[in-house]
């Protein structure tokens, strides 16, 4: 939750709400500088390294302000932020924003899936509201692992990976899910509040 | 090299946390359009849960997941009518709460077969308390192969006993494992728990007993629990 009295805070507030929101293309922009700058950040001092962790962590800020998520005159830390919600509709928009990263009871939950064929994998999941564009895994350097690390509300979610766009298959880290449903492989999170 | 990486997550987490919003503000009714048959179906299904004060959202998510998922529309409307019906039971089931997140946690109690009679329990015996996470856990000691009767006694004995959420949340998970590799349910479960409820203090005194229709056993009233 944010204290608005706090003048740090609404300074920080003032500067970050007016960016405009991510392109993707940005992001590859952003990912890289980093690749570019990496040899001369490893004789960086350990000062400028702290500089760094803070720098993504106020990527993570900036993510989170486009979602909504430090509004404080929202009413309660759910749906009310959301860019174009649709308040007190059925639309998707409820239960996907508040379970993909609205909540100040958010935990972190980093999903590994390991896949040396792979060109993209994508996890999809109900925090996400299924939509497997959303959510693209990052590829390890150097190895044929893929990652990403989401903020889940605590409890019991079901999700699955999406390999190179077509397949769909279940987490094998982690215990499966019948789905008499729809019949597609998925898995289960047991996502522990902090 | 460690603070780069985690430079890259958090540029990447920060672009896909901005950028999912749009994706979602399709109603789903809409999102089935292409098929005005399984659309208008699917308007009916959303009314008569509607006029019943069922929530939406995981309706809508329900949805979400078919087409996901690429099933033919009419098999979405089917899934998501069925959840509406689960999410109706679990709401009388667990009156008079209205949260969403309870009621679905309860409908995905009653999806691997727990008895609505036993989510009423719960409610009776924690009127104040959230049960999102101990129904999770227990749908999910339920879909490992614990037997729901015992997976129920079993959450309503740690739930007498104070187990927090994180403690239930890894009793699920260790027996989860230890079926994975090779223990049977009955074991398992018998192994964690004993283990977690040696940690815990005694249940109430006023904690009675009884069964239910179908077996379930039942413990006496418990003063309301301060939610987590």
């Known amino acids: 939750m944010t204290d608005d009295r706090d003048p740090l805070t609404a300074r920080v507030r003032e500067s970050l709400l007016p960016l405009p929101s991510v392109r993707p293309t940005a992001l590859a922009e952003v990912l890289a500088r980093i690749d570019a700058h990496d040899t001369r950040r490893r004789s960086l001092p350990f000062s400028r390294r702290w500089a760094t962790a803070l720098l993504a962590a106020a990527a993570v800020v900036l993510g989170f302000v486009g979602r909504g998520v430090f509004d404080a005159s929202a009413p309660s830390a759910s749906i009310a932020t959301v860019p174009s919600a649709t308040a007190g509709s059925a639309s998707g928009v409820t239960t996907a924003a508040r379970s993909a990263g609205l ?9 590994v899936y390991d896949d040396a064929s792979a060109n993209t994998v994508q996890v999809v999941g109900d925090f996400n509201g299924w939509g497997r564009e959303v959510v693209a895994m990052s590829r390890v350097e150097g190895s044929s692992a893929w990652t990403v690390v989401l903020p889940l509300m605590p409890g019991r979610h079901l999700y699955a990976f999406v ?19 729809f019949g597609k492989p998925e898995s289960v999170v047991m996502v522990e509040a902090r | 090299m460690m603070v780069r990486r985690w ?14 919003a749009p994706l979602l503000a399709q109603s789903p009714t809409s999102l089935l359009d292409a098929d005005p048959l399984a659309a208008d179906s699917l308007r009916r299904v959303l009314a008569r849960a509607e006029a019943a004060a069922v929530p939406l959202e995981p309706l809508t998510l ?20 069925r959840l509406a019906e689960r999410l109706r039971l679990a709401r009388t089931a667990l009156a008079p709460t209205t949260g969403t997140d309870e009621i679905a946690a309860g409908a995905d109690a009653l999806y691997v077969g727990v008895q609505p009679l036993l989510l009423q329990d719960l409610r009776r015996r924690f009127p104040a308390r959230s049960l999102t996470i101990p129904l999770g856990v227990l749908t999910q000691l339920v879909a490992s192969g614990v037997s729901a009767s015992r997976a129920g006694a079993l959450v309503r004995e740690l739930l007498d006993r104070g187990a927090s959420a994180p403690q239930l949340i890894a009793l699920s998970t260790e027996v989860q494992r230890d079926v994975g590799a090779g223990l049977s349910p009955s074991v398992a479960i018998a192994l964690r728990s004993g283990g977690l409820l040696s940690t815990l203090p005694a249940a109430s005194a006023n904690s009675g007993g009884g069964v239910l229709p179908g077996g379930v056993t039942t ?7 301060p939610r987590p």
Do not use: Y
Request: glycine share 8%; charged share 25%; net charge positive.
């Open chain 2, 62 to 81: 329900k949805v979400r997941e078919g087409l996901a998922k690429q099933a033919p529309p009419l098999r979405i409307v089917d899934a998501t009518a």
């Open chain 1, 103 to 111: 909540s100040p009871g958010m935990v972190p939950v980093q999903f």
């Open chain 1, 163 to 181: 390999v190179n766009d077509t397949q769909w298959v279940a987490d094998p880290r982690a215990p499966r899910h019948s789905d008499r449903d």
């Open chain 2, 7 to 20: 430079a890259r997550l958090a540029v990447l987490c920060a672009g896909r946390i901005a950028t999912a």
């Open chain 2, 219 to 225: 413990g006496g009233g418990r003063p309301p629990t």
